[in-house]
């Protein structure tokens, strides 16, 4: 008896996906629940799963080969046994046509004879070739349009869907919206502080390390209450004011940045905004996010600093109106109470949809988040 494997449903809005990779070739053993293929959409990665035990006795895709939910991806032979051999059948060689050489070409205005597959000179082309110092003979043989590079020192490597996925929208938002960024400085010691009094405690007690993201995170939700609109998106004629703080976390991974989102933010506390940022990056990482992890967010923040940027400006998460970039803290001098003292200081880009948000909206939201965040207590008292 075998077992037919077929694409699963995909989720919505995915109307196809790609073969990633292949785990399994005909003749190995499956167990149930081994992976077989994997699938890759423009917004996560699926996994094709032996739902029967036994050897893979065909494959119907190969690595690259693009599946519709429900096509037939393998076979599974329940009655063969572990180390049995597959033979596949073998495929019959189409004959061989015998091949005709074509006569040469012959070029009515110059009477030359032009071998075929060649284009005769245009007359311009004749005209340089002869006053050329270096002209000769022979007329030069016709190139290809596109000229590859000489050196040969390149790999060819076709453009991942979430890479496509990723460069359209880059793409849109800049068109599409009117981006602009504001910057602003933030002196992070209070938080160093607050994380190096009890660091040890939060780890011991929660099982996750405390980060600066939830700092933000929480930073954010606040501000966002005073500024709605960037908590908004455009919708055609139409404004959408969310009500829930939906932020979105940019998460680094080799296919590429995925933003997993935190429902409903303000309600966490800094422990289950650490605990979600770590299990979601986790799954980003590894390929295995859910495509509901993905969708929703109302508001970015991406940390450049972790790779060592000083400054840049974020590029929207469509449709979203606003993003928040953090970046690389460094200790400089600065003048805090009227004296010179070494701080740690982190420069802050808030990039926005002037479309929605006013340059005013813009500095003074980008002004509550850096006062928050140096006064920690204002989050804790709710003020």
């Known amino acids: ?34 992976v077989i293929v994997e699938l890759e959409t423009d ?9 029967t035990a036994g050897v893979l006795s065909s494959i119907a895709v190969k690595e690259g080969d693009i599946v519709h939910a429900d096509s037939p991806i393998a076979m599974i032979d329940e009655t063969a046994t572990q180390g049995a051999k597959v033979v596949e059948p073998p495929v019959e060689e189409a004959p061989k046509e015998p091949q005709v050489q074509a006569p040469p070409v012959q070029n009515v205005a110059s009477k030359e004879k032009v071998p075929q597959g060649s284009m005769p000179m245009s007359p311009s082309k004749r005209r340089d070739a002869y006053n050329s110092p270096n002209k000769s003979s022979q007329a030069p043989k016709s190139q290809p349009v596109a000229q590859m590079p000489s050196t040969g020192d390149f790999e060819r490597k076709p453009m991942s869907r979430l890479r496509a996925k990723i460069a359209q929208r880059l793409v849109e938002a800049t068109q599409e919206t009117a981006m602009l960024t504001t910057f602003n400085e933030v002196r992070m010691d209070p938080i160093i502080r607050i994380r190096q009094d009890h660091q040890e405690a939060f780890v011991a007690k929660h099982g996750v390390k405390l980060g600066f993201m939830s700092f933000f995170t929480q930073a954010v939700c606040k501000a966002l209450e005073d500024f709605p609109e960037i908590n908004a998106s455009v919708d055609g004629p139409d404004i959408l004011y969310h009500q829930g703080k939906h932020i979105g976390v940019a998460v680094s991974t080799e296919r590429g940045l995925v933003v997993p989102v935190l429902k409903n933010a303000q309600t966490m506390n800094y422990a289950t905004i650490e605990s979600q940022i770590k299990e979601m990056a986790t799954l980003a990482r590894a390929g295995k996010i859910g495509l509901e992890q993905l969708q929703g967010g109302t508001f970015t923040i991406t940390n450049g600093g972790v790779f060592g940027s000083m400054l840049s400006t974020p590029i929207l998460n469509m449709p979203q109106s606003a993003i928040l970039g953090m970046h690389a803290i460094q200790k400089r001098p600065i003048v805090l109470n009227d004296e010179i003292v070494i701080a740690s200081m982190m420069y802050l880009a808030l990039s926005y949809d002037h479309r929605l948000v006013d340059g005013q909206q813009s500095v003074q939201f980008l002004v509550r988040i850096k006062n928050l965040l140096e006064d920690p207590d204002q989050v804790l008292l709710d003020l």
């Open 1 to 34: 008896m075998s077992t037919e494997i077929k694409t699963p449903m995909l989720p919505e809005s995915v109307t196809d996906a790609s073969i990633a990779v292949c785990h399994k070739k005909v003749g190995d053993w499956c167990d149930v629940g081994d």
């Open 43 to 51: 917004k996560v990665m699926l996994e094709v799963t032996a739902s």
